[in-house]
T-cell receptor, first 117, second 111 residues
Framework: NAGVTQTPKFQVLKTGQSMTLQCAQDMNHEYMSWYRQDPGMGLRLIHYSVGAGITDQGEVPNGYNVSRSTTEDFPLRLLSAAPSQTSVYFC????????????????FGPGTRLTVT | AQKVTQAQTEISVVEKEDVTLDCVYETRDTTYYLFWYKQPPSGELVFLIRRNSFDEQNEISGRYSWNFQKSTSSFNFTITASQVVDSAVYFCALGRNMLTFGGGTRLMVKP
């Protein structure tokens, strides 16, 4: 299993540009989430999905869109990049229970470091 | 709303010292889970432990131990005989599938 994969690893955008951060998981997890990490603030939830076709907002959703057409993929779209979106972005997946084992912990991808100038 | 507070932003110790990282949380849920993650300098997030709100037994895994006290809403993490490889940022988190994270504690272990 590759686990959770994210592309790209690094990205530099100019203010106003748009882009999509890709995230995929091959563990058949029902839950997927996007977090951003800023210095001193830990990780904050942007958007999450509880299954294909179902998404919802987290703590800091403004400026981001998501969709989940398959169980495996959960892309994050920046509509019009702003310097305040300079951050490290982590995608994660999780499950509630499987084969008698309780889950809930997040399986994280390696992260995407985004700089907006 | 849920909240996780890690009051110690940075801790510096000398190798072989014991160190405790504090975590205090707030939630109105009766069933919840608490987590610790490690983020080494390479940047990935490594899962360390999950604890549910009904299980207040302390847990030990090698040099790591966790003390969960529901009465004080705390879930503290102790590293015994710290090593340089323990240098990292440690995050405490709360929730189920979608987590609320504390701000993290940067631990520096000097040789």
């Amino acid at each position: 299993n590759a686990g959770v994969t994210q592309t790209p690893k690094f990205q530099v955008l100019k203010t106003g540009q748009s882009m999509t951060l890709q995230c995929a998981q091959d563990m058949n997890h029902e839950y997927m989430s996007w977090y951003r990490q800023d210095p001193g603030m830990g990780l904050r939830l942007i958007h999450y999905s509880v299954g294909a076709g179902i998404t919802d907002q987290g703590e800091v959703p403004n400026g981001y869109n998501v969709s989940r057409s398959t169980t495996e993929d959960f892309p994050l779209r920046l509509l019009s990049a702003a310097p305040s979106q300079t951050s490290v972005y982590f995608c994660a997946s999780s499950y509630t229970s499987a084969r008698g084992r309780v889950g809930y912990e997040q399986y994280f991808g390696p992260g995407t470091r985004l700089t907006v100038t | 709303a849920q909240k996780v507070t890690q009051a110690q932003t940075e801790i510096s110790v000398v190798e072989k010292e014991d160190v405790t990282l504090d975590c205090v949380y707030e939630t109105r849920d009766t069933t919840y889970y608490l987590f610790w993650y490690k983020q080494p300098p390479s940047g990935e997030l490594v899962f360390l432990i999950r604890r549910n709100s009904f299980d207040e037994q302390n847990e030990i895994s090698g040099r790591y131990s966790w003390n969960f006290q529901k009465s004080t809403s705390s879930f503290n993490f102790t590293i015994t005989a710290s090593q340089v490889v323990d240098s990292a940022v440690y995050f405490c988190a709360l929730g189920r599938n979608m987590l609320t994270f504390g701000g993290g504690t940067r631990l520096m272990v000097k040789p």
